[in-house]
């Protein structure tokens, strides 16, 4: 293991680290990312080894930390000014460990009777939430299109905890595309349309989910089989006019789950 104390902002790998966690596309260009807390790093850890890089800050990070920090030995680690270590953190109270890893090349399933397309979010906690949900829920692949927040900012990490290292994600994709090719009942979740619960959901499903203001776009509610609705109780007044994004997510793609019998 390397170990590395950096003081100066010039440091150039500093400055690489301060670029990948404001920017999306150096993240792109570099397929690195950078992770925030000792969950998330066990979790990728869990699934595709160590990290390439710890950061740490000066002074005493808290006892989980400690422990994981001593657990990955082997990794190079870098410790930083509080000061720099919080230009790179997502929240104000990291817990006072980050790593730098690489993205995942998404492999999609051979056969998927479960999916679901993102359009257009633009919130990454809300990405993240979409995202975690989705995981839980036994989603098989997601899609995100080229409107989406990144999925690999920290953000958007700290809000999927660990979701995107086990659910295959496709960004930047044509959702026509993936509608039509999509082998089965194919529904958007739009404010109005039929019940959610009147669809037999135990066939394959792809589920549209749109945008947090907008909702899903004219073109991807005419390319599916059905627009569906939750029904509300006060639907239809200006306080309950619709579910968020995330909120209704959940309840289609666990409803799915309910008729298919999970947990039974």
């Known amino acids: 293991m390397a170990f590395k104390h950096i003081t100066s902002r010039d440091n150039p790998v500093f400055k690489q680290l301060r670029k990948l966690a404001d920017q999306s596309r150096e993240r792109k260009k570099t397929a690195s990312?950078?992770?925030?807390?000792?969950?998330?790093i066990e979790a990728y850890?869990?699934?595709?080894?160590?990290?390439r890089l710890l950061i740490i800050p000066e002074g005493h990070s808290n006892d989980e930390a400690t422990a994981l920090i001593q657990q990955l030995t082997d990794v190079d680690t870098m410790l930083l000014p509080t000061l720099m270590f919080a230009e790179l953190a997502p929240v104000a109270s990291s817990s006072g460990v980050m790593a730098l890893v690489d993205?995942?090349?998404?492999?999609?399933?051979?056969?998927?009777?479960?999916?679901?397309?993102?359009?257009?979010?633009?919130?990454?906690?809300n990405l993240g939430s979409i995202l975690r949900t989705a995981a839980a829920a036994g989603v098989q692949a997601a899609y995100l299109?080229?409107?989406?927040?990144?999925?690999?900012?920290?953000?958007?990490?700290?809000?999927?905890?660990?979701?995107?290292?086990?659910?295959?994600?496709?960004?930047?994709?044509?959702?026509?595309?993936?509608?039509a090719g999509f082998s089965g009942k194919?529904?958007?979740?739009?404010?109005?349309?039929?019940s959610l619960y009147q669809q037999g959901l135990q066939e394959p499903v792809l589920f549209v989910v749109g945008n947090e203001g907008a909702g899903i776009s004219a073109a991807l509610q005419a390319a599916v089989e059905t627009c569906v609705t939750i029904p509300m109780a006060h639907q239809g007044t200006l306080a309950l006019e619709s579910l968020n994004a995330a909120a209704a997510t959940a309840i289609a793609l666990f409803e799915c789950q309910r008729q298919r019998g999970l947990g039974t």
């Open 103 to 125: 993205i995942p090349a998404a492999t999609l399933p051979a056969h998927c009777d479960f999916a679901l397309v993102i359009e257009d979010i633009q919130d990454p906690g």
């Open 145 to 179: 299109t080229k409107g989406c927040t990144d999925a690999w900012s920290p953000k958007a990490l700290r809000g999927g905890q660990g979701a995107q290292f086990i659910l295959p994600l496709m960004e930047s994709v044509d959702a026509l595309e993936v509608i």
């Open 33 to 40: 990312t950078l992770l925030e807390g000792v969950h998330l």
């Open 186 to 194: 194919t529904l958007a979740l739009t404010m109005q349309g039929a």
């Open 45 to 51: 850890h869990q699934v595709y080894g160590e990290p």
